[in-house]
């Protein structure tokens, strides 16, 4: 592989991970921050408090799961090389 | 719905709203008096509540859709494509399945056994996509989309919630 495509890709694989989980890593520490004070609030509502937070949770994380994909690509299959 | 009484301290007025919009669709819950400090870990009961049974219901749903779709997917793949992709697609899923639990349970351990989120999940795609794109039979596109089927649950759940309510 080219040392420059090389560079580029880990860069890239970096990147995409990296600046990925930014958003989704608030998120969820929010989210689930948020439902565990609602569940000491309410221990009468927490089917209904952690049934929405897995499915918020669920959402979130798929944007660092299409990151993590792309800096696998890059990685281990870089239709680059 | 009960609001929080206005005397009751609270840490910050957004997390009651927060909490307030958590606990949408419980109108007969009467608040409990807590006074959190922002950074003090909150205690919950060691003990699942009997709501829990909720949640159990809301895991068990997802995981049956997921299987569903799976099996719904699973079939059209291999006419239109070959066995090959479909065996593919069907390692995706069932990857999928695995997380999707995996989530599940530490959604449900969130307080009591664990004060955090973890990620250790994420080491199964990571597992699987690595050795898909080591190995020549494996593909890493149609393994991903099966991955991404229990998504694919959540929203048909999400959406058959929203629009017809009254059907669970």
């Known amino acids: ?81 | 719905m009960n609001s929080p009484e206005p005397s009751l301290e609270t840490a910050a007025e957004s997390s009651s709203q927060s909490q307030e919009s958590l606990a949408v669709g419980t109108p007969d819950v009467a608040p409990v008096e807590i006074q959190p400090v922002d950074g003090a870990p909150i205690a919950l009961s060691p003990e699942p509540d009997a709501s829990m049974q909720e949640y159990y219901q809301l895991q068990e749903q997802l995981l049956k859709l997921t299987l569903i779709l799976t099996g719904a997917i699973f079939i059209p793949v291999w006419i239109f494509y070959s066995l090959n992709i479909a065996l593919n697609y069907l390692l995706g899923a069932c990857t999928g399945v695995v997380y999707l639990r995996m989530l599940a349970r530490n959604v449900a351990q969130l307080g009591r056994q664990r004060k955090q989120l973890g990620s250790s999940r994420l080491a199964i795609l990571i597992g699987v996509i690595i050795v898909a794109s080591q190995l020549h039979d494996l593909k890493i596109m149609p393994i991903f989309l099966g991955f991404l089927t229990y998504k694919a649950a959540i929203i048909f759940y999400m959406l058959q919630t929203t629009i017809l309510p009254d059907s669970q």
């Open chain 1, 1 to 81: 592989m080219n040392p420059t495509v090389a560079a580029a890709s880990v860069l890239a694989a970096a990147l995409a991970v990296g600046l990925g989980a930014i958003g989704p890593g608030i998120g969820q520490g929010n989210a689930a921050g948020r439902a565990v004070e609602g569940i000491a609030r309410q221990p009468e509502a927490e089917g209904k408090i952690r049934g929405t937070l897995l499915l918020s949770l669920a959402f979130m994380e798929a944007l660092t799961i299409y990151g993590l994909v792309v800096a696998l690509v890059l990685l281990f299959a870089n239709p680059f090389s």
